[in-house]
Every structure is written in structure tokens, then in C-alpha cells.
């Protein structure tokens, strides 16, 4: 049964360095929480002392080892299965919170349709900001997933929509998170699976928020960088960015990007970006797969009254900005 508090839920390989700098900024974080908490690390096959490190320094905190190098989504689901409290806090290991995390949001959780919301993301060693809320836009057909906008007159009791919470520090209802089954292991090992489980939960009616306030400093790809190659990381990132769209989009807006398709894969072989071919090789092999995906996404959404297509989110949530004081970036 759920209980009130906070499930700490962090994926690690090999952080052995990034750990010892997170950890106690967490633990002052949900100390001043007020809240019941746990932390529970998913460590991905670590080739490091990782583990022996998080055993000795925080014997409190539950590890869960994997017998073989999985990626992201299918380590943090193990952490996502094994959470207890009805609060999840999703948490990148080179994500370090400010103390004052916590408190402002708990009133998100008011509202009965709210699936999470994420904070503010900083330089681990500057204030320049680096990711704020999500906005939402397309190129053609294609979902863009790399803006971002800030509220230039934010206030404590204000709600900004976000069309995703990044995976680097998202709070989430437990209960929906589960529902949904976490995240999905078809974009294992990186990439686009955090905008995609948002996406899952907007087209459900479940709303995702950003808070000003809450603030995190976050150390540019350390995790990724160090165990994959550029060319290795832009074909999963591409295949990754194919799932999203052939699993969302529907009906004209589909046959529109698939007809976009073409002609971006011929620039990118004429400009020798071969990596792209590999990525949509790789996308057309596992269209089984995609398929299984989908079907348990629309096993969850027959129970729902009604679905949102992608561009009723993308409509809600610009509509919520007519009028406000924003910055792009």
C-alpha cells in the first residue's frame, strides 16, 4: 500500500565521484522535506566501486545491482517498482538539489490530474540556467524536443505546463507513474524516453508543471559521455526520436512525417551522416517491438474517456501562455 513520503529513485554507472557530491545535498534536501522518505539507487553493472562506495558511506540507502549493462529506462524501472511512498523523485546521479527542493511542490499534487512537475536546472558550478520549462513545437510534422521557455514574471503560486519532465529531476505521482508502467525499454539506453512517458501521461488528461523555484545544478552529460561514442549516442538519440513519432502521431499527421522522412534521410547521407541510416535501419528492425509498445500504451487509454492527440497537448499548453511574460530558449 502507499504511504505519504518521497521515493528517491537514481540510476548510476559508474558515479562513483558524482555520488559522493550528491548525496548529502539530497539528504539535507529531504531532510527539510518534512516527508517520510527513502532513496533507492538502480546501479546499471558499475565497473567501478559504485556500489561498495554507496554501501559503506550511506548503509540507508537500498541498492539494486544488475547482472548485465541494460541503459536507462529498464535500470530506473527496477527503482520505480521497488518505491514505496506515494511520491517518486526521479534523479539523474549528476543532479545535485538545493536544499529548498521539496517544499513548493507538494501543491501540485492538489489537483487530482497532476502527474508531476520539475524544477528549475542550473550549472552544477554557475547559475546559468540550462533547462527550464518544456516548450512544445514542431518542424514540419516533426515534435521538436529540445525547447525550453522561462516564466519572466514567476511567482510562488503560479502553474507553468511543461511538455515533459526531464528525467534528470522529475517529481511524480507514484500511483500514475505505475500505471503507466514507467518508462519504456524500447528507447533503452538513452534518450527521448523522459519526453516520451510525459507524453504518455498528457495524452491521458495527467498534467506535467515546472516550478521556478525549485531548484537543481546538473553536470552537462557526464553520465552518457563517458561510456558511449558521438556517432553511437546521435544513432540511438535519431532511432529514439522515430519511435516518438511513429508511436503518437496519428492518421494525416503521421503519413506527413513519414513523407518529411525521406527527404531528411537523403540530406544527411549526402552530407555523409551515415549514422542516421543506421538509426532508421534500426527503427524499421524493431517495429515489433514498437508495435507491443503501443499496444500497452492503448490497453491503459481504452480505459479513459477520451485521449489528447500530440497537438491537443502541444494547443493546451501554448494556449496557457497567451498573454504571459516568457522567455525562449
Given at each position: 500500500?502507499?504511504?505519504?513520503?518521497?521515493?528517491?529513485?537514481?540510476?548510476?554507472?559508474?558515479g562513483?565521484?558524482?555520488l559522493?557530491?550528491?548525496?548529502?545535498?539530497?539528504?539535507?534536501?529531504?531532510?527539510?522535506?518534512?516527508?517520510?522518505?527513502?532513496?533507492?539507487?538502480?546501479?546499471?553493472?558499475?565497473?567501478?566501486?559504485?556500489?561498495?562506495?554507496?554501501?559503506?558511506a550511506?548503509?540507508?540507502?537500498?541498492?539494486?545491482?544488475?547482472?548485465?549493462?541494460?541503459?536507462?529506462?529498464?535500470?530506473?524501472?527496477?527503482?520505480?517498482?521497488?518505491?514505496?511512498?506515494?511520491?517518486?523523485?526521479?534523479?539523474?546521479?549528476?543532479?545535485?538539489?538545493?536544499?529548498?527542493?521539496?517544499?513548493?511542490?507538494?501543491?501540485?499534487?492538489?489537483?487530482?490530474?497532476?502527474?508531476?512537475?520539475?524544477?528549475?536546472?542550473?550549472?552544477?558550478?554557475?547559475?546559468?540556467?540550462?533547462?527550464?520549462a518544456?516548450?512544445?513545437?514542431?518542424?514540419?510534422?516533426?515534435?521538436?524536443?529540445?525547447?525550453?521557455?522561462?516564466?519572466?514574471?514567476?511567482?510562488?503560486?503560479?502553474?507553468?505546463?511543461?511538455?515533459?519532465?526531464?528525467?534528470?529531476?522529475a517529481?511524480?505521482?507514484?500511483q500514475?507513474?505505475?500505471?503507466?508502467?514507467?518508462?519504456?525499454?524500447?528507447?533503452?539506453?538513452?534518450?527521448?524516453?523522459d519526453?516520451?512517458?510525459?507524453?504518455r501521461?498528457?495524452?491521458?488528461?495527467?498534467?506535467?508543471?515546472?516550478?521556478?523555484y525549485?531548484?537543481?545544478?546538473?553536470?552537462?552529460s557526464?553520465?552518457?559521455?563517458?561510456?558511449?561514442?558521438?556517432?553511437?549516442?546521435n544513432?540511438i538519440?535519431?532511432r529514439?526520436?522515430?519511435?516518438?513519432?511513429?508511436?503518437?502521431?496519428s492518421?494525416?499527421?503521421?503519413?506527413?512525417?513519414?513523407?518529411?522522412?525521406?527527404?531528411e534521410?537523403?540530406?544527411?547521407?549526402?552530407?555523409?551522416?551515415?549514422?542516421?541510416?543506421?538509426?532508421?535501419?534500426?527503427?524499421?528492425?524493431?517495429?515489433?517491438?514498437?508495435?507491443?509498445?503501443?499496444?500497452?500504451?492503448n490497453?491503459?487509454?481504452?480505459?479513459?474517456?477520451?485521449?489528447?492527440s500530440?497537438?491537443?497537448?502541444?494547443?493546451?499548453?501554448?494556449?496557457?501562455?497567451?498573454?504571459k511574460?516568457?522567455?525562449?530558449?
Amino acid at each position: 500500500m502507499e504511504r505519504t513520503g518521497i521515493s528517491v529513485v537514481i540510476p548510476n554507472y559508474n558515479g562513483r565521484k558524482l555520488l559522493e557530491e550528491i548525496l548529502p545535498p539530497l539528504f539535507d534536501a529531504l531532510t527539510q522535506s518534512g516527508q517520510t522518505y527513502e532513496v533507492i539507487i538502480a546501479d546499471d553493472y558499475s565497473t567501478d566501486d559504485s556500489v561498495h562506495f554507496i554501501r559503506q558511506a550511506f548503509p540507508e540507502i537500498k541498492v539494486i545491482e544488475a547482472e548485465k549493462n541494460l541503459g536507462f529506462s529498464p535500470t530506473i524501472n527496477k527503482g520505480i517498482f521497488e518505491a514505496k511512498f506515494d511520491y517518486v523523485l526521479l534523479l539523474n546521479s549528476d543532479v545535485k538539489l538545493s536544499a529548498g527542493y521539496f517544499p513548493g511542490l507538494f501543491r501540485y499534487f492538489e489537483k487530482s490530474d497532476t502527474f508531476g512537475v520539475m524544477g528549475r536546472i542550473i550549472g552544477w558550478d554557475d547559475d546559468e540556467i540550462q533547462d527550464g520549462a518544456k516548450y512544445p513545437s514542431f518542424h514540419g510534422a516533426k515534435i521538436k524536443t529540445t525547447g525550453n521557455y522561462l516564466p519572466l514574471e514567476p511567482t510562488a503560486e503560479g502553474c507553468w505546463y511543461s511538455m515533459y519532465l526531464s528525467g534528470a529531476n522529475a517529481f511524480v505521482d507514484r500511483q500514475k507513474l505505475i500505471e503507466l508502467g514507467g518508462f519504456d525499454e524500447l528507447f533503452a539506453p538513452f534518450y527521448v524516453e523522459d519526453y516520451e512517458l510525459s507524453l504518455r501521461a498528457w495524452r491521458l488528461g495527467w498534467k506535467c508543471y515546472y516550478d521556478h523555484y525549485a531548484v537543481c545544478r546538473h553536470r552537462v552529460s557526464v553520465s552518457i559521455k563517458s561510456k558511449a561514442s558521438k556517432k553511437k549516442i546521435n544513432t540511438i538519440y535519431y532511432r529514439n526520436k522515430m519511435y516518438l513519432h511513429a508511436m503518437h502521431l496519428s492518421g494525416m499527421a503521421l503519413f506527413t512525417w513519414y513523407i518529411q522522412l525521406l527527404p531528411e534521410t537523403l540530406i544527411r547521407l549526402l552530407t555523409l551522416r551515415f549514422y542516421y541510416l543506421n538509426a532508421l535501419r534500426m527503427f524499421l528492425q524493431n517495429r515489433t517491438a514498437m508495435k507491443q509498445s503501443m499496444h500497452r500504451f492503448n490497453l491503459i487509454a481504452d480505459k479513459k474517456n477520451k485521449i489528447m492527440s500530440v497537438k491537443e497537448v502541444v494547443d493546451k499548453i501554448t494556449d496557457s501562455l497567451t498573454g504571459k511574460n516568457i522567455k525562449r530558449f
